[in-house]
């Protein structure tokens, strides 16, 4: 994981964060743009849903969210810096809330979201030190805020054989499914316990390869199924 500088421990390390954003003015989408992860987006996450942004950075993928029909959407820092810019930036699209926390605490009530959206959040904890135990923070926190039936879609570079152990818990259980764009890994993790159940939107996934741009599918690995109930 790297985009170009800085040390891969530091990654889970605010005071990285807050320098590297005081001299990053601009704004910069880790892995993948909103534009090629639409579809997946789109068929998991309603866009009336009450969606939380974990590791927002200074990314334009919320904005283009709302832009694309999103009606609200909460995104959360654990840097002071880029969540001042954000927050100045977005002054005029109340849509869209920006709030310095840290991920493995969040100041948030259980089942608050009907989504979680987390893209190279859940990999800068990998990168840092204490790596297991920041990510069973973090999986813990987001499965509380999370409404039963609510998604937690983790977008990440990590292999899914170094990933699954760490979404897959009996204090958290999900059904797991995964998608795949090149080397990038979606999971789509849906909170049991549900009313609503989301699974049978298992059933649908080979359909994403008709809406996806064909050079961004491996179709050996779109999609294969983990787990389901
Ligand atoms: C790889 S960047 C991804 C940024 C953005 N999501 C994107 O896709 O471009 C990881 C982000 O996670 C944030 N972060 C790191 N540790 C955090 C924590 N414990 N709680 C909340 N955010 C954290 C960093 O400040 C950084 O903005």
Redesign the pocket.
């Known amino acids: 994981?790297t985009?170009g500088k800085g040390q891969p421990q530091a990654?889970?390390?605010?005071s990285y964060?807050n320098e590297r954003?005081s001299q990053d003015v601009g704004s910069?989408?880790?892995?993948q743009t909103y534009a090629n992860m639409a579809p997946l987006i789109n068929m998991y996450i309603p866009k009336s849903d009450n969606v939380l942004?974990?590791?927002?950075?200074?990314?334009v993928?919320s904005e283009e969210m709302i832009n694309d029909g999103y009606e609200t959407i909460t995104n959360?820092?654990?840097?002071q810096v880029?969540i001042d810019a954000m927050k100045e930036k977005y002054k005029n699209m109340p849509q869209l809330r920006y709030q310095r926390?840290?991920?493995?605490q969040l100041n948030y009530k259980a089942k608050e979201f009907d989504s979680v959206i987390?893209?190279?959040?859940l990999?800068?904890?990998m990168c840092?030190p204490s790596a297991s135990t920041?990510v069973a923070s973090?999986i813990k926190e987001i499965y509380r805020v999370l409404k039963p039936g609510g998604v937690y879609m983790l977008?990440t570079y990590g292999d899914p054989r170094v990933r699954v152990p760490h979404l897959k818990s009996d204090k958290v259980p999900w059904d797991i499914k995964l998608h795949a764009i090149r080397y990038l890994q979606i999971f789509i993790c849906i909170k049991l316990f549900s009313k609503v159940n989301r699974s049978m939107l298992f059933q649908q996934g080979l359909v994403l390869q008709r809406y996806m741009n064909p050079e961004h599918l491996d179709p050996l690995l779109n999609p294969y199924l983990l787990e389901k109930t």
């Open positions: 994981m985009k990654y889970g390390d605010e964060w954003y910069f989408d880790w892995y942004m974990v590791g927002c950075g200074n990314a993928i959360i820092d654990i840097s880029v926390m840290d991920v493995r987390d893209k190279g959040m990999d800068s904890l840092g920041n973090m977008i």
